[in-house]
């Protein structure tokens, strides 16, 4: 997810664009770039860092212009730098470009300009369909505009793009499809941006740009066209959300947006990987260092907080299926204690931000005694995803909720790829198994949705029980990790006592807590373990607990137990995780706005632990 600000008018372009850029940072923040335009001139500014550096840099230059573009950076193609920062200029210098989406076939595109003596300065592929684009001008003899409709034929993937050209010195061209894109009409002049907060201080008439349509923008004048060059009619709208809902996307707070994203996120972690139809997983970091985790003496999984939970739920699944030997350490235990850390062993790495302190620590501790380093990470190109020798990106974009909810799942959908991948190529899994747990896999994205249509379910449990002062977070097997992840979240989010366990651990000494004022929620879905779960729940019901379960569609039994039961679609075991986690993160957020807690920002907590 990248921001993107434009603007064609009478006034200076730099400082709306920059502070549009600002107001987007939450959309991504590795790096930033203005294009500005003036007698056709073409200036670039593009730096690595947050947009206050970029604005630093410029002091004293010469930034006069009526017409910019700028862009703020998630790095998804290439690490944060200056020269993969946007705008990119095509190779004759004379337009410049920005993008937000995934280009999906741009390796192939590159090939064949590469072939045509095309040269690259950038990792990205944004620079790619820009000189494609310059190219298909440059060869039809064409407009810009029609150079991008053809181009816009043949790309797969998303994009937003906005484009300016120095042989028309007043116009913006945009494009846009699966990411979004708003036009604010102004008198005699336009903005446009990725969501309205840019717009709003300026003008409420806005259009939102749908799929497939270019918008061709000048000062006094928008014109809307389809990819076949048929004019569009813009559908004009007035803004009724004021600047924080609208950063929020409409939701009351990140949180509760990044929970209801995660249908297109898990979707994107599994884009151009999982195959189903090729009944293929396909990730540069396992493929290419594949001998090195088939020969590992063992895996050792190093993280900290909900990441340490994925790789619980890695080391239940990996341990089943590739029959590799694998230990979970927290980071800030390893890190001092002298672990037996040996060339042969593979560590994975998890972390949302890729800058965890103890991780950090604990990974270069693990390399200096010769271990492979594999990290999954969220935050492109960060320490984390330097020091590991390869890794996978969980393309959860941006995380501002410093609740990890949308990073959690990405990361266990990396982690089950890898499991996969991994025992696809030891055969140490069935090829009737393997089929059935990638189409599993691929329908986790509707089923969560499916789980989010009744939210509302969740949020009157949670007004049921946000007065207890304790709950405790049962689970068994695959989602024993996952009922330690409800009760930190239920922690870190409404400051409530929580505690997970194995649903078998209770008789060893927690049952004593057992009352009728105490709050039990049990993961009872439909797996090996139903039958053991389901004891378990007798057990807490004869001593008066009050049960409130996760339950598979269907399960009357695990219901009948229950003083309030939330139902999510079947799905195999080792893919459950992915969803049992969703009614958890829901019930952590509508306990903690229901005690009035700014669930965003809780109390003592910070989104990146970067110091001891
Ligand atoms: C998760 O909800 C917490 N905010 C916290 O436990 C977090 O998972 C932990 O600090 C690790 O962070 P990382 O994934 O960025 O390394």
Known sequence: MCGIVGYTGQRQAYPIVLKGLKRLEYRGYDSSGVALLKDKHLKVFKKK????????????????ANIGIGHTRWATHGEPSDRNAHPHTSKSGRIAMIHNGIIE?????????????YSFTSDTDTEVLLNFIEDIQTNNDCTVEEALRIALKRVTGAYC?????QDNPDTIIAARKGSPLVIGIGKGEHFLASDASPIIEYTKEVVYVNDYELAIVKPDELVLKNLGNEKVTPFVTKLDMDLAAI???????????????QPST???????RLDVKEGSIKMSGVDDNIEQLLNANRIMIIACGTSWHAGLVAEYIIEELCRIPVEVEYASEFRYRNPIVNKGDVIIAISQSGETADTIVALEKAKENG??????????????????????????????????????TGQLAVLMMVALNIAKHKKTISQEKYDGLIKELQLVPEKVDAILKNADEIKAIAEKYKDASDFL???????????????LKLKEISYIHAEGYPAAEMKHG??????ETLPVVFIATNDAYHEKIVSNMQEIKARKGRIISIITEGDSISKELSEDAFAIPATDEIIAPLLTVIPLQLLSYYVGTAKGIDVDKPRNLAKSVTVE
Request: proline residues 3%; aromatic residues 10%; contains cysteine.
């Open 510 to 515: 927690p049952i004593a807590l057992v009352d």
């Open 266 to 272: 898990i979707f994107d972690c599994l884009r151009g």
């Open 105 to 117: 076939n741009y390796a192939l595109i590159k090939q064949d300009l590469l072939k045509k003596g």
């Open 371 to 408: 271990a492979f380093i594999f990290g999954v990470v969220n935050a492109v190109g960060s320490s984390i995803a330097r020091i590991s020798n390869a890794g996978a990106y969980t393309h959860a974009g941006p995380e501002i909720g410093v609740a990890s909810t949308k990073a959690f």
């Open 161 to 165: 793009i906005l484009l300016i050209e």
């Open 49 to 64: 860092g947050k947009v206050a550096e970029l604005e630093e840099s410029l002091i004293g230059t010469d930034i006069d």
């Open 247 to 261: 950063e929020k996307g409409g939701y009351d707070h990140f949180m509760i947006k990044e929970i209801f994203e």
């Open 473 to 487: 977070f049962l689970g068994r097997g695959y989602n024993f990790p996952i009922a330690l992840e409800g009760a």
